[in-house]
């Protein structure tokens, strides 16, 4: 049997590197979100409204301070990634989105959006 040697270091623009990876799925996650967020805004709002009778407006101010909320609060993200890991944070992340996702069970809930946006 003839063993190969592995080497110590693999160059950054191989693409045997595991940094691109990581980069990969950084970008199907980074996607997914913007297309789910931020394009699917029109749908959202049109449903918002059809279901609870909100206006436009108050769906849009409920939106643009999410954004806001969450522009002040990615300052701290390395932090949060550097103290508990990347793989728990994705972990953690993915299982709130994925609870957020879930089907209500009681739609018949009449609240503010701002609120419910938090």
Same mark, same amino acid.
């Given at each position: 049997?003839? #063993?190969?040697? %592995?080497?110590?270091? $693999?160059?950054?623009?191989?693409?045997?590197?595991?940094?691109?990876?990581? %980069?990969? $799925?950084?970008?199907?996650?980074?996607?997914?979100?913007?297309?789910?967020?931020?394009?699917?805004?029109?749908?959202?709002?049109?449903? #918002?409204?059809?279901?609870?009778?909100?206006?436009?407006? =108050?769906? =849009? $101010?409920? =939106? =643009?301070?999410?954004?806001?909320?969450?522009?002040? #609060?990615?300052?701290?993200?390395?932090?949060?990634?550097?103290?508990?890991?990347?793989?728990?944070?994705?972990?953690?992340?993915? +299982?709130?989105?994925?609870?957020?996702?879930?089907?209500?069970?009681?739609?018949? %809930?009449?609240? +503010?959006? %701002?609120?419910?946006?938090?």
């Amino acid at each position: 049997m003839k #063993l190969t040697p %592995v080497p110590l270091f $693999v160059d950054e623009i191989s693409i045997r590197h595991s940094g691109w990876r990581v %980069v990969a $799925v950084c970008f199907v996650m980074a996607a997914f979100a913007w297309a789910l967020g931020f394009y699917g805004q029109a749908v959202y709002l049109a449903e #918002l409204q059809k279901l609870h009778g909100w206006p436009a407006s =108050t769906i =849009t $101010v409920a =939106t =643009t301070f999410f954004y806001l909320l969450s522009a002040a #609060l990615v300052v701290f993200v390395g932090d949060v990634i550097r103290a508990l890991g990347p793989r728990p944070c994705l972990a953690i992340a993915s +299982s709130a989105s994925a609870w957020h996702s879930r089907p209500s069970s009681a739609p018949s %809930v009449r609240c +503010s959006p %701002v609120p419910c946006m938090i």
